[in-house]
DNA sequence: CTGAAAGCGCTTACAG
DNA sequence: CTGAAAGCGCTTACAG
């Protein structure tokens, strides 16, 4: 049987009311009472029930968090990272997996489990910026990686233009001349793929290998065996490239499998750098120079952004979109020896 | 504004029990009417409050999966199959990183978040028996990973002393002598890591090695740090390990590092083993061997028997504990190349 | 096939 | 400091 407030109440001699203000801790309640009560609950073994509540106060203290995978490691790091930030504010998340499908995507951005969640975050790969204009104004939503929406929500990213550029600055300072960049998906031009092959861009047409589509693998999808095909490619096309910047680590540790599967060595006969720094960078045969976003940045400015519109001020709650940039590092390991 | 049921009757000119029934899909509606009200929805945007529906039917359709964390590949992947095969059957599912702490296992396996979820499926790291006996009998609860309670819950696990017998023999089977074991966390006697321990010591202790003390690398925790600093002691201690058979995937991950390190090669010098079958194995330098626990026979056994306690009839529900035994198998790769 | 009404278990003004 | 009562937005017997 399930215990009620008005159980305890009954039980105890008092108020439904006095039984709330003893469970949510409230003051103005004289030691006596609260002790009677709070003898009263242990007894009976009751437990607030969460869905009355909810209803009752309009709120859950639940927040979506909507990304592509967890297969991808930096997708469950920064899953790990948003959903224990949130614990200490008091917050549950609700991980749901897009499969970076786009219809799954427009589900959560157009309100998608209305009033179980107080607000969303959601890292799109596939939305369109109409997608979003379409949303029948729910919750707050907070957007996370580059992304140019016009849409008026809180975005979370990190430079990928400039984190690019210095990957692959970073690999011509070792002297290398042919500087290969794998994934860049086909298709729509605005994803932080694109922002990535930008920046590779900018820095090789200035150099002689130039930033030609030739150095260029471009892949379907974002996971180690794109990475592998992706180098496969590179290698078989004949573009021999001396050092490649990968769209992200696990696209990197495909690469690095093909090249080890060659007989090519990591870095002397091809230097490589991944991006997003996940934990098994740190353990591969030829250890991975990566770009690392300070993920846990990313997930504190995203859970901020999103509950200061929950429960900030009201001129919080109503100021416009905030574009949040957390910085990145270039760390250095043995994929990169060399000279400089 | 929040328009509800109450809204859309009063607009469409009928009774919210016939919203809801439209709403809800129920037959028993005229085409009619049922376009009428659908039209008044779309127009007014009208959404379910999901609260107070779960308020109302005492059902969430949420249940709750605790695992240790989401850096740990293996879980990352566990989840997103326990997440989408819910999803299938619409159940929403709310994961819990527990941190492998005993105090955050507890607070879940004792109803933590009442009402909100319909069930838990936790896997426990230092859980013990007398917590989930003094469990004030909640929500249903299915326990994952191999651990021997006598507490009254479904269980589903792979068998861990048969898969560490299968790892280990096809190691001496390869020729190898000195098959060292790399895992076992101190203190508790009941963890998966015992099992496979104890698998490990079955076999060896029936060779010339034997399955003594000097070959095996004891652990704090499994993660790809405590494989390396495993790996290095039992190089330094003088055992000469020729093979050597891994708690699981990442422990073996971190324990290949430290031999590249050592300029030892895998396989050649050191044949290596891991457990769970992680999509990493598949692109390490010296790709990985392992245990394949059947992970998605896993997820879904976890899942039915969650919902069998849930939505099944009278006599599933009140059936005595299952203990379910998905499969496992070795999967050759690289890392024990040779002979047979 | 549709309506009027009760009630899920809380919290919160409103009184006292 | 405590109580009696309304109401959050649904669903579901109960009538008709």
Redo the contacts with the bound molecule.
């Keep these: 049987m399930?215990?009620?407030?008005?159980d305890?109440?009954k039980r105890a001699?008092?108020?439904?009311?006095?039984?709330?203000?003893v469970?949510?801790g409230y003051?103005?309640?004289?030691p006596?009472?609260?002790q009677r009560v709070q003898q009263v609950i242990d007894e009976l073994g009751?437990?607030?029930?969460l869905?009355?509540?909810h209803?009752?106060?309009?709120r859950t203290g639940i927040i979506a968090l909507a990304l592509p995978e967890l297969g991808n490691p930096y997708f469950a790091e920064l899953a790990n990272a948003v959903i224990n930030y949130a614990a200490g504010l008091d917050y549950i998340v609700l991980l749901d997996p897009t499969n970076g499908r786009r219809d799954q995507e427009i589900l959560f951005a157009q309100g998608f489990r209305a009033?179980l969640i107080d607000g969303l975050i959601l890292s799109p790969i596939e939305l369109e910026n109409e997608d979003l204009l379409a949303r029948g104004h729910d919750a707050p939503l907070v957007l996370l990686g580059e992304r140019e929406y016009e849409a008026p929500h809180d975005h979370i990213a990190i430079d990928n233009v400039a984190a690019a550029r210095t990957a692959t600055q970073h690999l011509l300072d070792l002297g290398r001349e042919r500087v290969a960049f794998i994934g860049a998906r086909q298709g729509r031009s605005r994803q932080p793929a694109h922002l990535r092959l930008r920046g590779w861009r900018e820095v090789m047409s200035e150099t002689a290998a130039g930033g030609g589509d030739d150095l260029v693998a471009t892949t379907d999808g974002y996971g180690r065996e794109d990475g592998a095909q992706g180098m496969a490619r590179l290698l078989d096309s004949g573009a021999a490239p001396d050092a490649v910047f990968c769209y992200n680590d696990v696209v990197a540790i495909g690469a690095m499998r093909t090249l080890a599967e060659r007989g090519l060595r990591v870095p002397e006969d091809v230097a490589v750098v991944g991006f997003d720094n996940i934990e098994d960078g740190r353990y591969c045969s030829a250890t991975l120079t990566t770009i690392a976003p300070h993920k846990q940045a990313i997930a504190e400015a995203a859970v901020d952004a999103l509950l200061s519109r929950l429960d900030g001020a009201e001129e919080e709650k109503e100021a416009a979109p905030r574009h949040v940039r957390p910085g990145f590092a270039l760390i250095r390991r043995e994929s990169t020896l060399g000279r400089p």
């Design positions: 399930v215990i009620s407030l008005k305890v109440a001699g008092v108020s439904v009311k006095t039984v709330s203000n469970v949510n003051r103005h309640v004289t006596a009472t609260r009751y437990r607030p029930n869905t009355a509540r209803l009752r106060k309009g009033r």
